[in-house]
Antibody, heavy 127, light 109 residues
Framework: EVQLLESGGGSVQPGGGSLRLSCAAS????????MSWVRQAPGKELEWVSV?????????????YYADSVKGRFTISRDNSMNTLYLQMNSLRVEDTAVYYC??????????????WGQGTPVTVSS | AIQLTQSPSSLSASVGDRVTITCRAS??????LGWYQQKPGKTPKLLIY???SLESGVPSRFSGSGSGTDFTLTISSLQPEDFATYFC???????????FGPGTKVDIK
């Protein structure tokens, strides 16, 4: 059974605040799959944040991509030996307040969908 | 970037009703669309991928159709556990990014 367990959320002040989210994965060949972070502000729609491609079991370079809203502030990474996904969030803003979900990507006919999701970890950015 | 819109933004329906939700893409995405269900306080769940393929374990009362720019999610006979918000999603390979629709909330009439 696929399990994704996020941690690391919390409350920080805007401007200089930083947080590092983690997502511990089990039940599948972690290194073979694209992994993503998706966030949801209270009462709002889902917003894709970042994705890192599968690297075939190696922890060396895996291509990563970001939404424009977080580019240059957030960094996604993965440790395939630990089956863990990370999101380093710097220069946090009030508008980054949301529940952050870790999601496993599955490729079908050149498309990627998210077939498993974690329970989410809340991030609050407020003065 | 491709934009997704959904209609209606919310609807009220009764158990047993046939419900149809629409997702429209700002440009041709062929059959590259997924649908998700999210219940209050819960994590999203993949229902449909490739516009019309049913994810394993999803009840057959859910179906998807469409291609190009217009897509629909249909619930043939609404059940109590189907009251939730439904999102559509597209993946774009160049640039490499994902888009979600704004959601359609289905509640009890």
């Amino acid at each position: 059974e696929v399990q994704l367990l996020e941690s690391g959320g919390g409350s920080v002040q805007p401007g200089g605040g930083s947080l590092r989210l983690s997502c511990a994965a089990s039940g599948f060949s972690f290194g073979s799959y694209a992994m993503s972070w998706v966030r949801q502000a209270p009462g709002k729609e889902l917003e894709w944040v970042s994705v890192i491609r599968g690297s075939g079991g190696h922890t060396y370079y895996a291509a990563s991509y970001y939404a424009d809203s977080v580019k240059g502030r957030f960094t996604i990474s993965r440790d395939n030996s630990m089956n863990t996904l990370y999101l380093q969030m710097n220069s946090l803003r009030v508008e980054d307040t949301a529940v952050y979900y870790c999601a496993k990507g599955v490729a079908v006919d050149g498309m990627i969908y998210f077939d498993s999701w974690g329970q989410g970890t809340p991030v609050t950015v407020s003065s | 970037a491709i934009q997704l819109t959904q209609s209606p933004s919310s609807l009220s329906a009764s158990v047993g009703d046939r419900v149809t939700i629409t997702c429209r893409a700002s440009q041709d995405i062929r059959k590259g669309l997924g649908w998700y269900q999210q219940k209050p306080g819960k994590t999203p769940k993949l229902l449909i991928y490739g516009a019309s393929s049913l994810e394993s374990g999803v009840p057959s009362r859910f179906s998807g159709s469409g291609s190009g720019t217009d897509f629909t999610l249909t619930i043939s006979s609404l059940q109590p556990e189907d009251f939730a918000t439904y999102f559509c999603q597209h993946f774009n390979s160049y640039p490499f990014l994902f888009a979600f629709g704004p959601g359609t909330k289905v509640d009890i009439k």
